[in-house]
């Protein structure tokens, strides 16, 4: 009795995960510090901006109690430049933030999800792994705080028509033995590629299997008869008929 | 004298749009019609017009300079004609479309063209080759015009936007989009949206949809007054007067309307039009308007301002009509600064006027001298500006024009200048902007901002909002004291304004809340004494005044201190619980401005910390802001973009000024090409505890916030040690290294900039350290506080030892002598620190190293807390 989910994870699930970046906001009222499960938050003092998790940020947002500051990324220009880079470049998407100095040995290795890379000091050349769905849920909660909201929308739009054509450009090399390159795919994109991916490697396995198949079947009635040339299989045709 | 004669109109063309325009000298007047000629009338005469012939039929508009003029005609050409033999020269543009508009720049240069395509042509008239396009409108072009400088244009577009490029650049390029002001026109309607650049430079007016003549001001592409025209169809044209004191205006509602800009009030208005009004043109000079109707009949009006108000036309240039000027100052206060290259009037000074019997008088018009020179008048003829035949004034004296503004834009003064004049620091409040259209920010502070809107009526609407708007309710009150300073923290706001109409200056305070009832109070300051800055703490509120009177009230109203500011006139003043700084200008340097000096004292103690001491700046930098930190250090920031702090100011002559931040080495700013500038507010903790500078960010050449201002920006501090292209360098070297291979050098590369990091952060550190402890010493500390110095003791601590780690790694042995120095820097306060160094030491291996910290440590025990001693 198999859950009737595709393989992977859902969109929902994928936003879900992406609540848990970090964004900078400035709030608009004093809260006072939280003990979460998640780990404990910092109190609140306007005007002075805070790092929080998304899901926070948009719960205070929607309760107009907190401005979010869209992270650098998120702006026309340098959404311009990674466009002209995703377009320049037809074979492999622009790449990741770059990674922090390697910590000493004794921590934890950092992975995106804990890495500040959505709040008002990240780096603003890159897409982080969350770039669509945190931006889709900015501009969708928090549009007003954004300065130029349409064209952020558009642009990232076409930055999401640019780089999923590359991936499915992508499954034509995907043949037997066939790799591509996927470095500085976002979540979202993944979730999205998923399925159509793998049911394309699927497909071509099972062609591939059937052709195995015969194959095999062919080989291991060869060694039941014992013939070992080929030279001989019309005869062995002939006179099984 | 000039009688008032029938007006009579010339046929100059057939039936249809006729346009018409004058030389700059305004001796000919062209006119250009649907017939295939052009007509010139020679200013002053009655003589038959000279006829052009061989031009296009059906033009549309007309250009001249001085010896040509410039057609442009509905089959899409634009040609060029002499005015000395009256004959077409060439064709300067051939479009595919009907040509709308054509304009000229002042110098005559350049004539753009705006036609039905897209792209407006700008064209050299000397060679027809040089060709400037400007293609950021969608629709087609209605109207182009050059201001008086020639280096911006406004495109007034079918699609209801006016586009503003400059022309200086070789490339132009768009500065500005103007959406709702001009209507959205048909190309081939008779209406107008040309964009009217008002003389004095500064501004511009366009008809709008509600029929009124809207001005803009072009600092800050804010809406400035309208003239109300009360037409009762749309606007067909409209000209400022030469001096820009007037305004001429007409629509299809056949009125001619003359417009007073100062007061924007109707001073006449001609209802015997017979047709609408195609084209209007004042001559350069005199009193004369001429227009041309829709019938292709031209009329000449001689004396059209009355002669009650001739003597407007007779001012020199007129400023616009802003709300606010600009030029009053930041501080309201009366400045003799000048806008750039305006003529300025002093209004005390008006137009002379005939004294009883004086010779002009008695001997009449006819004996003046400029009716004999009548004939002399056109004997050198200034064609190509030059000047030397210079304008002359009403009093056929030749003007100071070609002197320039009376302040030289220099600071340095001329040696021969006979009267020496400092450069005093004009006062200012921290925090407030100048009049932005008809708003203004008052104050911005951590807690809020207060802004000022003037309303009509004469009365202002002040606001105050607040950032943790639960904590506090944002208010807003109608104000008819016309504030026009203010304070605000957590406890209160604090306005003040200025004596007006023989009210005395006034000092409103305002708490927010308190557990008894509001007790708001006002105080007048004596009469004829001003107010130059005002300041707000936690327990006093302070005023310094014109008189140089530094008041010191209490939150209740009570004053609790007068004195006289030894330093004059003042400039500011801030205030930090008991603590009061005042800034005034003090003795003039070597290059004549007045060098500023602070006092800072308390109140409470009745102690003078610091007396008259230097306010550190560099030469041709002004201070843009004076505050204190949230942990109550004082905090200036200089035109520079520079972030100092006073260190030891709690002790008499210890005080130094220490760069916090300079924010043109901001990493934000690495790539280069962003322009922008930061508008100070704060200087406090963020919330990791470590200090940032809370700042609006300017875009572009802005240099004061809108209002509503921008969301408040933090960055954290970083006292200037190496300049940021180094580091923008660096990092771009570094990125190369990264994608090329990751060898040795890269990586030595990489240490050496985190190095460079660790010592900002040791120099930040030990500033705000010493800032502390120096709090501490002369407060009693809060548990907080002393968990807050010792923090910060081991924050060096480790930074030394980061830095330790490094000079360890280094590769060389002789750099010991570096890493004993390190470890003789630690605090060390709890014992450890020492501990961990010889660690540090003993991992690399460097025994001496390790047998001197072991000595250092002995010593540490011994109490011997050697203050430099003599080996």
Not at chain 2, 628 to 642: E, K, M, N, R, T
């Amino acid at each position: 009795m198999a859950l009737p989910l595709p393989p992977g994870l859902t969109p929902p699930e994928i936003a879900f995960l992406c609540e848990m970046e970090l964004v900078t906001i400035i709030p608009r009222q004093r809260l006072e510090a939280l003990e979460l499960l998640g780990g404990p938050l910092k109190p609140l003092v306007p005007p002075q901006r805070a790092s929080v998790p998304l899901w926070h940020a948009l719960l205070l947002k929607r309760q107009r109690r907190a401005n979010i500051v869209p992270p650098p990324w998120l702006s026309p220009e340098p959404l311009t430049a990674i466009l002209d880079h995703e377009t320049k470049y037809g074979d492999t998407f622009s790449p990741p933030p770059r990674l922090p100095p390697a910590p000493s040995s004794n921590t934890l290795p950092f992975a995106p999800p804990f890495l500040p890379s959505s709040t008002a000091d990240a780096a603003a050349d890159a897409l982080p792994y969350h770039w669509l769905e945190l931006g889709e849920m900015l501009l969708e909660a928090a549009a007003d705080d954004f300065e130029d909201s349409d064209s952020v929308r558009k642009l990232l739009r076409g930055l999401r028509e640019v780089r999923m054509a590359k991936l499915r450009q992508g499954v034509e090399v995907l043949d037997a033995a066939g790799g591509f390159e996927m470095t500085g795919v976002g979540g979202m994109e993944l979730g999205e590629a998923r399925a159509f991916i793998t049911g394309v490697i699927d497909g071509l396995r099972k062609i591939a299997a059937s052709r195995e198949q015969q194959k095999r079947d062919r080989d291991r009635e060869e060694r039941e008869n014992g013939y070992s040339g080929t030279a001989d299989y019309d005869d062995d045709e002939m006179e099984m008929q | 004298m000039a009688f008032p004669q029938q007006l009579r109109g010339k046929q100059a063309h057939v039936d249809g749009p006729t346009f018409l325009t004058y030389t700059p000298d305004g001796k000919k007047l062209i006119t250009t019609g649907v017939d295939p000629f052009c007509r010139v009338f020679s200013h002053g005469s009655d003589e038959e017009p000279t006829n052009v012939d061989d031009c296009q039929e059906n033009n549309t508009a007309v250009a001249a300079g001085n010896d040509f003029f410039i057609t442009g005609s509905e089959d899409g050409t634009v040609s060029k004609y002499s005015l000395e033999s009256n004959r077409f020269e060439e064709i300067l543009v051939r479009s595919t479309l009907p040509v709308r508009d054509v304009a000229l720049s002042p110098d005559g240069n350049w004539v753009a063209v705006a036609s039905d395509e897209l792209v407006v042509y700008v064209v050299n008239t000397k060679d027809m080759l040089q060709v400037k396009r400007l293609r950021d409108q969608n629709r087609s072009v209605k109207h182009v015009s050059f201001d008086r400088t020639g280096t911006r244009l406004a495109v007034s577009c079918t699609d209801g936007i006016v586009y503003i490029y400059d022309m200086e650049l070789e490339e132009p390029e768009m500065i500005k989009k103007v959406e709702s002001m001009i209507k959205i026109l048909e190309p081939e309607s008779g209406l107008s949206s040309k964009v009217l650049w008002h003389p004095d430079g500064r501004a511009f007016a366009a008809p709008t949809g509600l029929r009124e003549m809207q001005v803009m001001s072009t600092n800050d592409w804010e809406q400035q007054r309208s003239f109300k025209t009360g037409h009762s169809a749309d606007i067909t044209a409209a000209a400022w007067s030469p001096n820009g004191a007037l305004l001429a205006t007409t629509s299809s509602d056949l009125c001619l309307s003359l417009w007073d800009v100062k007061t924007q009030k109707l001073l006449k208005k001609y209802d015997d039009i017979k047709a609408t009004i195609q084209a209007i043109a004042w001559h350069p000079t005199e009193n004369t308007l001429s227009y041309t109707q829709i019938d292709g009949r031209l009329y000449i009006h001689n004396d059209f301002v009355p002669p009650e108000h001739a003597n407007i036309l007779q001012k020199p240039i007129q400023p616009a009509p802003f709300f606010h000027d600009p030029s009053e100052g930041r501080s309201n206060a009366a400045t003799t600064a000048l806008a750039n290259g305006t003529k300025y009037n002093l209004p005390e000074r008006r137009q002379r006027e005939d004294t009883v019997d004086s010779l002009d008088s008695l001997l009449g018009p006819e004996f003046q001298d400029d009716e004999q020179d009548e004939e002399m008048a056109d004997f050198v003829v200034d064609d190509d500006g030059a000047g030397y035949a210079p304008a002359v004034n009403g009093h056929g004296k030749r003007t100071n024009g070609h002197l320039g503004p009376l302040e030289s834009l220099s600071k340095r003064r001329s040696y021969t200048s006979a009267i020496f004049k400092p450069q005093l620091h004009e006062p200012f409040q921290p925090g407030a902007t100048p009049w932005r259209g008809n708003r203004r920010l008052l104050c911005c502070s951590l807690i809020g901002y207060v802004s000022t809107i003037s309303q009509e009526g004469d009365h202002h609407t002040v606001e105050v909002k607040f950032y943790d708007e639960y904590t506090h309710r944002n208010f807003h009150f109608t104000d008819i004291y016309l504030y026009d300073k203010a304070g605000l923290n957590d406890h209160g706001t604090l306005f003040s304004c200025q004596p007006k109409d023989g009210n005395p200056a006034r000092i409103y305070y305002r708490p927010h809340e308190t557990w008894t009832t509001r007790t708001d109070w006002r105080t007048d300051l004596p009469a004829g004494e001003s107010v130059a800055a005002i300041a707000l703490s936690e327990s006093y509120v302070v005023v310094t005044t014109s008189t140089n009177y530094v008041r010191i009230f209490s939150l209740f109203g009570l004053p609790v201190r007068v004195y006289r500011q030894k330093s004059s006139p003042a400039v500011t003043c801030a205030a930090w619980r008991d603590y009061v700084l005042t800034v005034g200008n003090g003795p003039v340097g070597g290059d004549g401005t007045a060098q500023l000096l602070y006092t800072i004292e308390n109140v409470k103690r009745d102690e003078v910390y610091q007396s008259e001491d230097i306010v550190a700046l560099p030469p041709n930098t002004n201070l843009t802001s004076v505050f204190f930190s949230a942990d109550g250090d004082p905090y200036i920031y200089d035109s520079d973009g520079v972030l100092l702090t006073l260190l030891h100011w709690r002790t008499n002559g210890q005080a130094r000024w220490v760069p916090m931040l300079d924010t043109k080495c901001l990493s934000r700013r690495l790539g280069g090409g962003k322009e922008e500038s930061y508008w100070p507010v704060c200087v406090a903790r963020d919330a990791n505890d470590k200090h940032v500078f809370h700042c609006m960010i300017l875009k572009g050449s802005e240099k004061y916030p809108t209002n509503p201002p921008p969301m408040l920006s933090e960055f954290p501090l970083e006292v200037p040690l190496s300049s940021s292209i180094d580091k923008a360098r660096e990092r771009e070297r570094e990125e190369d290294k990264e994608t090329m291979s990751d060898d040795e050098d890269g990586s030595s590369r990489k240490a050496e900039n985190q190095q460079q990091m660790l010592e900002n952060q040791y120099v930040l550190l030990s500033t705000l350290h010493s800032q502390l402890s120096e709090t501490l010493s002369h407060t009693r500390p809060t548990l907080d506080q002393k968990r807050d110095l010792v923090n910060k003791e081991v924050e060096i601590d480790k930074t030394l030892l980061q830095l330790l780690n490094f000079e360890c790694a280094a590769v060389a042995e002789d750099r010991g002598m570096k890493a004993l120095e390190l470890v003789t820097l630690m605090k060390d306060t709890n014992g450890k620190m020492l501990e961990f160094a010889l660690k540090v030491a003993e991992r690399y291996r460097k025994e001496v190293l390790m047998e001197k910290i072991r000595d250092l440590q002995e010593k540490k025990l011994m109490g011997g807390e050697d203050d430099g001693d003599f080996v």
